[in-house]
């Protein structure tokens, strides 16, 4: 799952994005590699080339500011997800373990800080805080999602394997940041695919037991002649 950041301060002609794209890129930056509270409206109006005045015509508050960076975050991850679901349409095995491999790759090599949406919740005790509710909804909605898509693949106990995925993942994240994230990713694809494989095999052998006492009950049928 990508971790973090900040978009190109300019698009590929050069020119410079209109100041909201400017500042929530220069706000994402920041939040994310100094924290929430050790970044003020002053330094994210200077790095997005701009002024308070324009930062607050924007953004109502800095609580507003920092929901709207990670809402803007949350609808790049739906995106990665949505077009996973676009390469492995009809397979929903294949896209779980693609969409696990893309979560493990971005733990090593783009996410130092892990997780921008778990930072936020840790540094934001309040729990109305308008970007604790976009953390908890995004959140709420994975778990849900993987869950279905556990369905649709058929693995035994959708409900428990997208809860033992959500909290391999999120301990991955704290990992990378309290010991670093040298070869975790590996590791953490490894668990992930063993906890995948585990559950298609107990969901196989549940669906043959299931065939099996269809078969043993249609055969011990009385046979009714008319």
Known sequence: MIASTARPAADRQGSSPPPRERILAAARELFY??????????????AAGTNKMTLYRHFASKDVLVAA???????????????????HAGDPEGQLLAWLHHVADFKENEAERGCALANAAVELPDWDHPARRVVREYKTALRERLIRLC?????????????EVFLLC???RITAQSVGSEGLSSRLTGMLEALVADHARRGKQGELRGRTMRS????SAPIVRR
């Open 170 to 172: 999120e301990g991955a």
């Open 151 to 163: 369905g649709d693949a058929k693995l035994a106990d959708p409900e428990r394997l997208a809860d």
């Open 33 to 46: 590699r100094r924290g929430i509270h050790a970044v003020g409206v002053d330094a994210i109006a200077e």
């Open 216 to 219: 043993r009950r249609y055969s």
């Open 69 to 87: 960076c990670l809402s803007e975050l949350t609808q790049e991850f739906d995106a990665a997800w949505d077009a996973l679901a676009a390469a």
